[in-house]
T-cell receptor, first 112, second 114 residues
């Protein structure tokens, strides 16, 4: 069965520091992978997605993610975090039409 | 461009009362529509999805129901709310393209059942 694991419930980084949020998935075939961001009390905004091709995917707000099939991972990175990046981040895997499975999220706190 | 609306933004209801949450999409036709629930400290759980008018698939058995009376309108309902229905309800839409689709989410409705 498919599943998504985000092992870090909460991460705190200093503004200007680099960031990596981990995501591991379990799925037998090639997945479609997504990262969404949710600001407090808001809906989810799509950051980036991977369907095929180049395994390094660029997204909005300076984020990127790398698909590593051998590690079943799709980690999200940003070289320099801004205070406005404080939010909750969700990794998701799509295994077919209408089947989008989310991780439990990672809450990012940015300290000045 | 496409936009998705949800209302109300927040709602406080007593246990046993009915519920109606509405979601509408603008700028597209024949979208797939979804209802998710996000409980406090947990991820998103898919409740219902619809691929067309009157076509509803339920993912989780519960006291909620969904309807799609128009192409771009999706409604989440309950006849009698339970305490466990409290949460953040998100509507999403997508369009099939090449066998894949990307879901785009609305702003959500915060429901508190007392």
């Amino acid at each position: 069965a498919q599943s998504v694991t985000q092992p870090d419930i909460h991460i705190t980084v200093s503004e200007g520091a680099s960031l990596e949020l981990r995501c591991n998935y379990s799925y037998g075939a090639t997945p479609y992978l997504f990262w969404y961001v949710q600001s407090p009390g808001q809906g989810l905004q799509l950051l980036l997605k991977y369907f095929s091709g180049d395994t390094l995917v660029q997204g909005i707000k300076g984020f990127e993610a790398e698909f590593k099939r051998s590690q079943s991972s799709f980690n999200l990175r940003k070289p320099s975090v801004h205070w406005s990046d404080a939010a909750e981040y969700f990794c998701a895997v799509q295994t077919g039409a209408n089947n989008l499975f989310f991780g439990t999220g990672t809450r990012l706190t940015v300290i000045p | 461009s496409q936009t998705i609306h949800q209302w109300p933004a927040t709602l406080v209801q007593p246990v046993g009362s009915p519920l109606s949450l509405e979601c509408t999409v603008e700028g597209t036709s024949n979208p797939n529509l979804y209802w998710y629930r996000q409980a406090a400290g947990r991820g998103l759980q898919l409740l219902f999805y619809s691929v067309g008018i009157g076509q509803i698939s339920s993912e989780v058995p519960q006291n909620l129901s969904a309807s799609r009376p128009q192409d771009r309108q999706f409604i989440l309902s309950s006849k009698k709310l339970l305490l466990s229905d409290s949460g953040f309800y998100l509507c999403a839409w997508s369009l099939r393209a090449g066998g894949t689709d990307t879901q785009y989410f609305g702003p959500g409705t915060r429901l508190t059942v007392l």
